[in-house]
């Protein structure tokens, strides 16, 4: 392979960077859902409240929040194989 075209062994794939962006993502989503249901669930056990949120937030994430951030930050996700 030449130099403008590396061999795909020459990056990897950075998990950190991509928990990172994850955290970034879920944070917002996860305090904006839980004050959007806040009023809908009020007096709710914990359970009932989370058996809302966790489901949705797991379509978010993978319908959405996954895909953007493999799609946006592709380059930012791959490092350099040392």
Known sequence: MSAANPSPAARRFSRVRFAAAVLL???????????ALAPLTAGWPVWQRTLILAPTMVAIMVWGLIPTIQHRLAGWLQVPVR
């Open 25 to 35: 993502g879920v944070y917002p989503i996860v305090t904006g859902l839980l004050y």
